[in-house]
């Protein structure tokens, strides 16, 4: 039996204290909190895990330096903080990375002004990066030669992070975590009703989009994590909040790399809002965008790539412009933007708060999570507890951390037992296999001193070996071909599609996942 059909075989007809519906960022991080203080916990999502949203964003983890301009230090000092502690707390996986932001002449405010706005920055972060540097445009030039310093006054350079892995990989291991420490996770199964009982319970209908099979479960609290969705979730349990959703979709497009320096570049955009370029693998991650849409799927429109595209082939200095046939993949996401009665305009769109709201409805045990940023998935967590304690649910009190990677200890036991290898893996791969699996890692090394002949390489131009694919099997409920290829690992995201259509064909890969 699957760990999916196992998970599920625990959750049906069953008793929690917790369901939470929405396997994205803050679902992960709030099943991730609670089972780790040891409330009975379940979370069920009706796509993969980090299925829509999170696994569409620019792969930063930022302290919203742009939030400045609105005079939202609360919420910059907010997201720096958390983005320090996911630092501090997966150094493999989350690493403080420079930002190179190219200003161009005509900004509405000098380039002292943004420099001297870059060091508030720093000081809201505690100081904790490296500090800024202000930039000549002929110190761009020298810096990065990809950059197109035809029409610039200069720029800035500060820190920030980035996702090594990438977002859903992150959102994932925080699912896995969560498991760990007795969450019963499930993706691919719909909540179809939710009512409240007269023993004040919730007692959620659930319908499996694999099988079709239908069960219930029964809950004192429901977390209603479902992100854009998170209103129509609210709606079904008939449950009244004062915030509501506004929908922002994104895109990016992943092209080719176009600097080698491991930097992210900052430009402002058409519209007047901050656009990227960022490392993804061997790739370069471009976008992003900020349209609203009342559609929580989205989807990549041609305008969209156009706007990309111009912007890219405006800011950057490259051999040959970027076209359409230089994009070897897309990314959409659908951003659930947190407002109150009276707070939204079309015309203030673009000023709209990035900030989290955690809302009980008055008189049920139901809890939602408007809006948020993966750079607050801690503050999230926490949140998450603290209203499902104040809903009744009896507090276990465990002292267990619940995000973050092993500790040193453990790191050193990898890298000894690493060494047994005798070079059959790259330190590359070492590396990455901390990275993306964390203590998992271990067993990967364990299957392969067994047997050498799981190192063996899946795909034509990937480092994946036939190991970690048996472990993505068994212990990450894979169901479909795009689970493995967009969100367990990054290769739908870094190899032609052509390619890799071809190179799956020719492999064993669907074999091992599923049969």
Request: glycine share 8%.
């Amino acid at each position: 039996m699957s760990l999916r059909e196992q998970n599920k075989h625990q959750l049906i007809d069953q008793d929690f204290d917790t369901l939470v519906i929405g396997g994205g960022i803050n679902g992960a991080a709030a099943a991730a909190a609670l089972a780790a203080r040891g409330i009975r916990t379940a979370l069920v999502d009706a796509r993969d895990f980090a299925g829509l949203t999170s696994q569409s964003s620019s792969n930063l983890i930022w302290g919203g330096i742009k939030y400045l301009e609105s005079l939202e230090g609360g919420l910059v000092r907010g997201l720096c903080r958390g983005r320090n502690e996911l630092i501090r707390a997966y150094p493999a996986a989350v690493r403080e990375t420079r930002f190179l932001a190219t200003l161009p002449r005509g900004l509405r405010r000098p380039r002292t002004a943004v420099w001297l706005g870059s060091w508030l920055y720093w000081f809201l972060g505690d100081r904790f990066t490296r500090p800024p540097t202000l930039l000549s445009a002929n110190d761009i030039r020298r810096r990065e030669p990809a950059v197109n310093v035809s029409g610039a006054a200069g720029g800035v350079e500060y820190s920030d992070a980035v996702l090594v892995a990438g977002d859903a990989r992150f959102v994932f291991n925080l699912v896995h975590d969560a498991m760990a420490h007795g969450c019963v996770a499930v993706n691919y199964l719909q909540v179809t009703d939710l009512a409240w009982d007269k023993e004040g319970h919730w007692e959620v209908g659930l319908r499996d989009q694999v099988t079709g099979d239908i069960g219930q479960v029964r809950a004192r609290v429901v977390v209603n994590a479902a992100g854009p969705f998170a209103d129509d979730v609210a709606r079904l349990a008939g449950v009244r909040h004062r915030h509501r959703h506004v929908l922002s979709k994104g895109i990016h497009l992943v092209v080719d790399r176009v600097t080698s320096s491991g930097r992210v570049l900052a430009f402002i955009s058409d519209d007047n809002r901050p656009f990227f370029v960022v490392p993804l693998g061997s790739r370069s991650c471009i976008g992003t965008t900020d349209t609203p849409t009342d559609h929580p799927d989205g989807g990549v429109t041609e305008e969209d790539r156009r706007f990309v595209l111009d912007n890219a082939n405006r800011c950057l200095r490259l051999a040959a412009p970027l076209t359409e046939a230089d994009v070897i993949a897309e990314r959409c996401g659908v951003r659930p933007l947190a407002v109150l009665p009276g707070e939204y305009s079309p015309a203030d769109y673009l000023q709209l708060s990035r900030r989290h709201a955690i809302e009980a409805a008055a008189g049920k045990n139901f809890v939602t999570v408007f809006g948020g940023k993966l750079s607050d998935c801690i503050k999230v967590g926490n949140g998450v507890v603290k209203a499902v304690l104040d809903a009744g649910v009896a507090d276990p009190g465990l002292a267990r951390r619940w995000y973050g990677e092993p500790d040193d200890l453990v790191r050193q036991q990898y890298r000894s037992q690493a060494k047994v290898l005798n070079g059959a893996l790259s330190q590359v791969q070492l590396e990455r296999f901390w990275c993306w699996y964390g203590l998992r890692a271990l067993e990967l090394l364990e299957t392969l001193q067994k047997d050498p002949g799981a190192a063996c390489p899946m795909l034509p131009g990937s480092d994946i070996v036939r190991a970690e694919v048996e472990l993505i099997r068994t212990t990450e409920m894979v169901v479909t071909i795009d689970d493995f290829l967009r969100r367990r690992t990054l290769l739908a995201l870094t190899v032609n599609a052509d390619h890799l259509a071809s190179s799956v064909a020719e492999s064993d890969l669907d074999q091992i996942l599923f049969d």
